[in-house]
């Protein structure tokens, strides 16, 4: 069974400050991982993706993952109240069959 | 900047009833995608195509469902005969590459009456 988890929120932070947005998965030999945000009644809008264990950068969003604890995580830096969406976690075996977490919704308060 | 792109935005239709969802995904991409998201709940892959053939399907995706690329850039999915259950947002995507990330169309909304 392929399962991603996420803390489904709400996460509240003021605006400036860092969120930080957590996924665990089942599937040790997933490949892909993926951070999209989706807006209240819109599509998922690709963020981030990342394949190998560390970090990876993006203006102010830093993505994380560590294969061995199963662990992918988001960091948002200096956070603006445009950021409150909810975030959603893919992960991928061989981009045949990707699924998503519950996601977690986020808001930024001005 | 390409996009993927969905027809109709919203479709309303009877219990029994066939429907067709249509999908223009990025032009030079290989792998497309459906998904539905059901109100309030998560994204749920139903199927993925890739050279003319479906390369993995979901448990969702039974025998009511299929899925078509009947010229170069059109990619559909069929619901032959619609449940109430199947109301959801209907999102097709698409890839260029086996690993890489996908991209959304704005959905479909099916509404089944």
């Known amino acids: 069974q392929k399962e991603v988890e996420q803390n489904s929120g709400p996460l509240s932070v003021p605006e400036g400050a860092i969120a930080s947005l957590n996924c665990t998965y089942s599937d040790r030999g997933s490949q892909s991982f993926f951070w999209y945000r989706q807006y209240s009644g819109k599509s998922p809008e690709l963020i981030m993706s990342i394949y190998s264990n560390g970090d990876k950068e993006d203006g102010r969003f830093t993505a994380q993952l560590n294969k061995a604890s199963q662990y992918v995580s988001l960091l948002i830096r200096d956070s603006q109240p445009s950021d409150s969406a909810t975030y959603l976690c893919a992960v991928s075996y061989n981009n045949n069959d990707m699924r998503f977490g519950a996601g977690t919704r986020l808001t930024v308060k001005p | 900047e390409p996009e993927v792109t969905q027809t109709p935005s919203h479709q309303v239709t009877q219990m029994g009833q066939e429907v067709i969802l249509r999908c223009v995904p990025i032009s030079n991409h290989l792998y497309f995608y459906w998904y539905r998201q059901i109100l309030g709940q998560k994204v749920e892959f139903l199927v993925s195509?890739?050279?003319?053939?479906?390369?993995?399907k979901s448990e969702i995706f039974d025998d009511q469902f299929s899925v078509e690329r009947p010229d170069g850039s059109n990619f559909t999915l069929k619901i032959r005969s619609t449940k109430l259950e199947d109301s959801a947002m209907y999102f097709c995507?698409?890839?260029?590459?086996?690993?890489?990330?996908?991209?959304f169309g704005p959905g479909t909304r099916l509404t089944v009456t």
């Open positions: 995507a698409s890839s260029g590459d086996s690993q890489g990330p996908q991209y």
């Open positions: 195509f890739y050279n003319n053939e479906i390369s993995e």
